[in-house]
């Protein structure tokens, strides 16, 4: 499932970025592959609100479509 799909509340882990473009945004924002998150909230036709340790990162829907998750139980 892509991070725009997961549940608000959940913790996931980032599984792949698709896109390279997409990839070095998630880094700059501190974000990579095999790290967890979690889903703090969704803004309709906004960004999305992610939980990373003690920082709260809004990522838009096109980044959060390329990310790869799976939920973490």
């Known amino acids: 499932?892509?991070?725009?799909q997961a549940p608000v509340g959940k913790m996931v882990r980032?599984?792949?970025i698709e896109d390279e473009t997409m990839?070095?945004?998630a880094i700059r924002l501190g974000i990579a592959e095999?790290?967890?998150v979690i889903v703090s909230s969704k803004v309709p036709a906004g960004?999305?609100?992610i939980r990373r340790g003690r920082v709260d990162v809004a990522l838009g829907r096109e980044?959060?479509?390329s990310i790869?998750?799976?939920l973490v139980s």
């Open 68 to 70: 790869h998750v799976s």
């Open 63 to 65: 980044l959060c479509q």
């Open 23 to 25: 990839a070095m945004m």
């Open 47 to 49: 960004p999305m609100v």
């Open 34 to 36: 095999g790290e967890m």
């Open 14 to 16: 980032i599984e792949r």
């Open 1 to 4: 499932m892509t991070l725009i």
